[in-house]
């Protein structure tokens, strides 16, 4: 069982940037977080888990959602057991508690979907102020 912590969460301004990270523990060596997928996902009060970004097992594919598409980054630290968001120009918003999930296959069919995902971080929250 994969068990992931994020942190980084926080008060921010608009225009500022935050790094969240994500540790994943439990049952889970080195090799097998190397081969997971990992997303980020975030969900604002009264809204749906959206998909935020996502990076492949490899590293070596990333994708984002429109809304936060030049503006943040994710990458990951396998030796650590670590993925990263790295948000810049934040705006009001992107409030939300963003979580960080994994799931045990490459960015293909569904890999923006919350249900295609099987381990759960408890998310960080993020305030952006105006």
């Known amino acids: 069982q994969v068990q992931l912590a994020e942190s980084g969460g926080g008060l921010v301004q608009a225009g500022g940037s935050l790094r969240l990270s994500c540790a994943a523990s439990?049952?889970?060596?080195?090799?097998?977080?190397?081969?997971?997928?990992m997303g980020w996902f975030r969900q604002a009060p009264g809204q749906e888990r959206e998909f935020v970004a996502a990076i492949s097992w490899s590293g070596g594919r990333s994708d984002y959602a429109d809304s936060v598409k030049g503006r943040f980054t994710i990458s990951r630290d396998d030796p650590n057991k670590m993925v990263y968001l790295q948000m810049n120009s934040l705006k009001p918003e992107d409030t939300a508690v963003y979580y960080c999930?994994?799931?045990?296959?490459?960015?293909?069919?569904?890999?923006?979907?919350?249900?295609?995902?099987?381990?759960w971080g408890q998310g960080t929250q993020v305030t952006v102020s105006s």
């Open positions: 999930a994994s799931r045990p296959h490459g960015l293909g069919t569904g890999f923006r979907s919350p249900q295609n995902y099987d381990y």
């Open positions: 439990g049952r889970t060596s080195t090799d097998y977080f190397g081969s997971l997928s």
